[in-house]
């Protein structure tokens, strides 16, 4: 069995992110599966953060355990210094939408309405009381080359065009932390380099912390940091690049 890896980094800025022992165990009838076993890490504020592995490896689970999506069965989580663990549903429900955008692979856009009223329609379900930031929307268009696509249905845009419209959705709320589930997932490898450049320069513009997870150790170079991730542990650490690995 492999030993579990720490993923702290020393330095004295309080971490934003604070998993200590995470385990999480399925049950199905009489038995138990381990889909996360003694996960320690930290993360910083600003930080960009991979978490690569196989499929079972358990990151997926991390991913949604460090979304509130889903409670550890053991260990404790912090999230901007508040214990994730002792909340109720409802109280993670409000800590996600004040702090956590996510980003997903199927790119979960409605399919009804434009691609700007789906970026409206997150910071409406936010709820932060702030009136919707038109200056915002207009950066990130232009950042993310999509001012001329807001009009569009996502059944009128590509794939990575509509990748683009979740990342402008994701950060409309000036969240402290992205979680970015396979986010070139079901993109070429034009666009996955396009889209892995403008989340990285996103990122460091807005200054938000960013945890990606990823099957794919090319497209975990866009990093600060990479933990790697097998039967439900964190089996090693490396620095990233910091930058995107442009395939050939």
């Not at 569009?152 to 065009?161: F, K, M, V």
């Not at 794919?216 to 650490?237: C, F, K, T, W, Y």
């Amino acid at each position: 069995m492999a030993k579990p890896h720490s993923g702290r980094l020393t330095t004295a800025m309080k971490p934003i992110i604070e998993a200590s022992h995470l385990g999480k165990t399925y049950r199905s009838g009489k038995l138990q599966v381990p889909a996360l076993r003694d996960v320690t890490f930290s993360v910083e504020p600003g930080e960009f953060v991979a978490i690569v592995g196989p499929s079972g490896s358990g990151k997926s689970t991390l991913f949604y355990v460090l979304g509130g999506l889903t409670s550890p069965t053991t260990g404790t989580l912090r999230i901007q210094d508040v214990e994730l663990t002792g909340l109720t549903d409802a109280e993670r429900t409000k800590l996600r939408r004040a702090h956590i955008g996510f980003i997903f692979q199927r790119f979960n856009l409605l399919p009804t309405i434009s691609a700007e009223q789906n970026i409206r329609l997150a910071h409406e379900i936010a709820a932060t009381g702030k009136p919707f930031d038109d200056a915002l929307l207009k950066h990130l268009s232009d950042l993310l080359g999509i001012g001329g696509r807001l009009h569009h249905r996502p059944n009128e845009l590509s794939g990575g065009e509509q990748q683009r419209i979740a990342i402008a959705r994701a950060l409309i709320t000036r969240p402290a932390i992205v979680l970015a589930d396979e986010p070139t997932g079901n993109l070429d490898t034009k666009n996955s380099d396009a889209v892995l450049s403008m989340l990285r320069e996103s990122s460091r513009e807005l200054n938000q912390t960013v945890l990606m997870i990823t099957h794919n150790p090319e497209a975990a170079q866009i990093a600060d940091r990479i933990l790697h991730m097998r039967d439900g542990q964190i089996v090693s650490v490396e620095q990233g690049k910091g930058r995107v690995v442009t395939s050939v």
